[in-house]
């Protein structure tokens, strides 16, 4: 058996680097310091279908086709949709991402990524009123209060409380006895457990409270009994908690981008953190999802000027959130085409959405069997990221982590197989 050090796991936005890999042959058979999540995508499950050749519905049926036929036929839909829609992207790397930015210029299509159905509110926020960011590093080292609101990471970020709450950094030489933990959230979770003050506000009373609270910071009185449901007298002390931070941080999660403000709850959010800056020092993160979803944000940031919802239709970029957006395209049933890759819309977009996923021709670029490859019409596996296939991905603060490659798959990378698919787009488009 092989052991191979240093793996990055290509799960969640934590982007842990310290994974072992126990490698027999061609397998990844076992994993060390990764979580239950990070472990089971490394470890094959049994009975688990993994895709090895190309599939294309033939006569309502599922039949073996070679990648040439299933690159022409992908690259077919492409060119010939007139509204096609490029969706997924969160896990894969940058250099897959920024092909994938150059097909959707030479397909007009629009390109968008899981933002768009997780923190794109955060972004629409930060377009607005700003992005007082740090490092994990920092928080590691300095943070000695650390607030969780509307996100539960002991079940969708499990190492993260670990890293950043429990570990020991070099001013926070005791870890936990030295920081403060707050948790906002309307349910009792398993890491409100964990918090010094839980403050368990009412369900869509985000914006509220966050209200209240910046008004407290601000030297106002708070003029009801309770906000949010929350009792003033409890608002008064984690705000006295929060001016007192010598290093504190507010990582904030889909409590706040789903429910009622979206956007306008970040926004409050963000005013509340510049705000806090003129008594104490205080940062936020936001706790993105997949592993690259935050690369796919600044891969196509730097290529188009805009993060996601790029609409290339008239030749150039253009973004606007709400009309360009992949559930927009779908449920205003304007998208006539859709490639689908290291995502599944399938699973997770509503059912409006599904029901035009259902009227289109849909391609996946995917490894596994999935809801969104029940719909397909053509399926392509390629290698996974992180295990079979080398590339970047930015851990959700923004910094960029090289993915190792640990075991061998006779199957092209995402990159690759973007790169036959945009060859054929040309080769279409010139002979038009
Ligand atoms: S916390 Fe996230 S990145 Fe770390 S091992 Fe678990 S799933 Fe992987």
Not at 310 to 335: C, H, I, M, W
Not at 384 to 402: D, F, H, K, L, S
Request: net charge negative.
């Amino acid at each position: 058996m092989e052991i191979v050090k240093n793996v990055v796991c290509p799960f969640c936005g934590t982007l842990c680097d310290d994974i072992i890999c126990k490698v027999e042959g061609d397998e990844i058979v076992g994993t060390m310091n990764a979580c239950r999540i990070g472990h089971s995508k490394f470890v094959h499950a049994e009975g688990a279908e993994r895709y090895k050749k190309p599939l294309m519905r033939k006569n309502g049926e599922f039949v073996e086709v070679s990648m040439e036929e299933a690159i022409d036929k992908a690259a077919t839909v492409l060119a010939e949709s007139k509204r096609p829609l490029m969706y997924g992207w969160s896990c894969t790397d940058c250099d897959a991402q920024a092909v994938g930015v150059e097909l959707a210029e030479e397909a007009k299509a629009i390109i968008d990524n899981t933002a768009s159905v997780c923190h794109g509110p955060s972004v629409l926020a930060l377009q607005d009123v700003g992005y007082p960011i740090c490092t994990f590093g920092e928080v590691k080292n300095r943070a000695d209060v650390v607030v969780y609101w509307g996100c539960n990471p002991f079940h969708a970020h499990p190492r993260h409380l670990s890293r950043h709450v429990y570990g020991r950094g070099f001013f926070r030489e005791r870890g936990k006895p030295d920081r403060t933990l707050i948790v906002v959230d309307p349910r009792e979770s398993d890491s409100s457990k964990l918090a010094d003050i839980h403050l368990q506000l009412d369900y869509n009373k985000d914006y509220e409270l966050l209200d209240a609270m910046r008004a407290v910071i601000l030297g106002h009185e708070i003029l009801y009994d309770e906000v949010a449901g929350i009792p003033k007298e409890t608002i008064y002390e984690a705000v006295d908690v929060l001016k007192n931070a010598q290093f504190g941080v507010l990582f904030f999660g889909m409590g706040m981008t789903h429910t009622r403000g979206k956007h306008r709850n970040i926004d409050t959010a963000i005013c509340m953190v510049t705000d806090l800056n003129d008594s104490a020092k205080f940062t936020l993160i936001p706790m993105r999802g997949h592993y690259n979803v935050t690369g796919f944000n600044q891969v196509c940031t730097w290529e188009s000027g805009y993060p996601y919802c790029v609409d290339f239709a008239t030749g150039s970029a253009r973004y606007n959130p709400g009309e360009s957006g992949s559930n927009d395209l779908l449920q205003n049933k304007e998208t006539d085409g859709m490639m689908v890759i290291a995502s599944d819309p399938g699973a997770h977009f509503p059912q409006k959405a599904i029901e035009r996923m259902a009227e289109i021709p849909v391609i996946a670029i995917e490894p596994h069997r999935t809801p969104t490859t029940e719909m397909a019409d053509i399926i392509i596996p390629p290698a996974i990221v992180g295990m079979e296939a080398a590339g970047t991905a930015y851990r959700m603060e923004g910094v960029p982590i090289r993915m190792r490659k640990v075991v061998d798959i006779d199957l092209l990378s995402d990159k690759e197989i973007l790169e036959r698919i945009l060859a054929r787009v040309k080769e279409i488009n010139a002979s038009k």
